[in-house]
């Protein structure tokens, strides 16, 4: 699977979207992005996936580059409980046989 | 999404006794189920990946007999930890994909916190 890089925190005010960067320069072709959150004392969260095309749903939407090298999940309009660790992991999808490979993640903190 | 339950959410035993948790899918099978295990700031670790009716692939670095990993069912895979010590004081989590159908995505349970005393 290709290595992720995240910012290691960040700080969003309440109300206001989070915008939370991956880069992922080495991504091949059949890999998908995928987020995950975690918050604290929980098993992670699955939050959104997506390949080339950028992707919405119920809880964010992904935005990925053109040229697929760097991603951006956002959380429209944050709350206090959207506060956890986000996780970009880039892999081959449809391979349910293989486990996730966490990297550090981003400790987003929202601010009341 | 698809649920995972862990059962216990939170064990405390002595020094030397065994813990079983449980992980189990309640709305889907599970061919596959992974176990991680995560210390205090730190991230998830995977441990090993339990496929229902074979045996475990454990990580390097690993305990096989330390980590006892069962996957009897589709829906049900278990954890012991053999001869507890205050080393193995962790964060357990499991984890399961779709028997078929989905996108790759995997469904995470609660965690089990283990302390050892």
């Known amino acids: 699977d290709a290595k992720t890089t995240q910012p290691p925190s960040m700080d969003c005010a309440e109300g206001r979207a989070a915008n939370l960067p991956c880069n992922h320069s080495t991504i091949s072709g059949n890999e998908y992005v995928y987020w995950y959150r975690q918050i604290h004392s929980q098993g992670p969260q699955y939050i959104i996936h997506g390949l080339k095309n950028n992707e919405t749903n119920e809880m964010a939407s992904l935005i990925i580059t053109e040229d697929r090298k760097s991603s951006t999940l956002i959380l429209p309009h944050a709350t206090l409980r959207d506060t956890a660790v986000y996780y970009c992991?880039?892999?081959?999808?449809?391979?349910?046989?293989?486990?996730?490979?966490f990297g550090k993640g981003t400790h987003l903190i929202i601010q009341p | 999404g698809a649920v995972v339950s862990q059962h216990p959410s939170r064990v405390i035993c002595k020094s030397g006794t065994s813990v079983k948790i449980e992980c189990r899918s309640l709305d889907f099978q599970a061919t596959t189920m992974f176990w991680y295990r995560q210390f205090p700031k730190q991230s998830l670790m995977l441990m090993a990946t339990s496929n229902e009716g074979s045996k475990a692939t454990y990580e390097q670095g690993v305990e096989k007999d330390k980590f006892l990993i069962n996957h009897a069912s589709l829906t049900l895979s278990t954890l012991t930890v053999t001869s507890a010590h205050p080393e193995d004081s962790s964060f357990y989590i499991c984890?399961?994909?779709?028997?078929?159908?989905?996108?790759?995505?995997?469904?995470f349970g609660e965690g089990s916190r283990l302390t050892v005393l």
């Open positions: 984890s399961a994909s779709l028997h078929s159908g989905g996108t790759g995505e995997l469904f």
């Open positions: 992991i880039v892999r081959v999808a449809l391979r349910g046989a293989d486990g996730l490979t």
